[in-house]
């Protein structure tokens, strides 16, 4: 039994180290929720107010821009997915690739060719193992983005979307991400970025009426379309810089969730083996009790028996 009891320690011991990590990862995640919070309600002001600048362009001028023009029969879609970079976050990121794997089999089923681009390594490892083409990817920044990491990741998809699909780009532009409800809700949801929709940006439907009260108000230099140029690009990369965001919270929400289940699991573990090395602990000393009391008898009968 005394092996058995050195067993118990042993493994007490480990699974202390691991509840010192998690809970130290469980603390540093909880730190970093509120820098993210705060990254997002920064950040959502100004995509909003960008968004209502395009759509004013768009909805003011009778300029046709690719950008904000539908196609009549479109063959070919960009979704751009974010996941993480490191694991340890619950189902963050097959969350995520899920929410992708609907959207690309939905576009699939539109009879639309799907170009996927990728953010975080988790995705990256997810299309690597089973040897699915990725057009493009990103990493190193996903817990922390910064508005240079949305350009760089805003700058390919633009120059796809801004090609012929003959020459390689696409009619579509989609972005899958998680969006940070609370600290215990983050949801992966789609939406599709471009072409400009005002449903998909969660703005009312405009009226005809209000669209021709929209026209007098403004006056485009030098053109509408040399606005939308100018205003486009900004567009795509708030919006994916808002998506960073609302991920990185999503995703430091995820670890924290994941690291407070992994200690208060680790606590419990400890009070089950510590309970079973008090056992193993008594049973050992019953056994000498026993042993010693075995053996006082059988001295004893052994010196009556030599008298």
Avoid: C
């Amino acid at each position: 039994m005394g092996a058995q009891l050195r067993v118990y320690k042993r493994r007490i011991k480990s699974v202390t180290a691991t509840k010192k990590i998690t809970k130290a990862m469980e603390m540093i995640a909880a730190s970093r929720i509120v820098k993210a919070q705060r990254k997002v309600a920064a950040s959502t002001p100004y995509a909003s107010e960008l968004t209502r600048a395009v759509t004013a362009v768009a909805t003011g001028s009778t300029t046709k821009h690719p950008l904000t023009t539908e196609v009549d029969s479109p063959t070919r879609a960009a979704v751009l997915l974010v996941t993480s970079d490191r694991g340890l976050a619950g189902g963050y990121s097959s969350n995520a690739i899920k929410a992708g794997e609907r959207l690309t089999e939905r576009l699939t089923a539109e009879g639309k060719e799907v170009v996927t681009y990728v953010v975080g390594r988790k995705g990256v490892a997810y299309y690597s193992f089973r040897g699915r083409k990725v057009e493009e990817s990103w990493t190193g920044f996903t817990d922390n983005p910064s508005y240079a990491d949305a350009k760089n990741v805003a700058a390919p998809l633009i120059e796809a979307v801004t090609k012929e699909t003959a020459e390689g780009g696409v009619d579509e532009l989609h972005i899958v991400f998680t969006e940070f409800v609370s600290m215990m809700t983050q949801t992966p949801i789609d939406r599709r970025l471009l072409p400009l929709s005002l449903e998909a940006d969660g703005q009312p439907e405009e009226s005809e009426k209000t669209k021709g009260e929209i026209l007098p108000l403004y006056d485009f230099e030098p053109s509408a379309e040399d606005v939308l140029d100018a205003l486009l690009p900004r567009y795509v990369e708030s919006r994916i810089y808002n998506a960073l965001l609302q991920s990185a919270a999503s995703e430091h929400a995820a670890r924290r969730r994941a690291m407070k289940s992994a200690t208060d699991n680790a606590e419990e573990l400890i009070k089950s083996l510590t309970r079973l090395a008090n056992a193993a602990r008594q049973a050992d000393i019953t056994q000498e009790i026993s042993e010693i009391v075995g053996g006082a008898s059988a001295l004893a009968d052994a010196t009556a028996g030599s008298d």
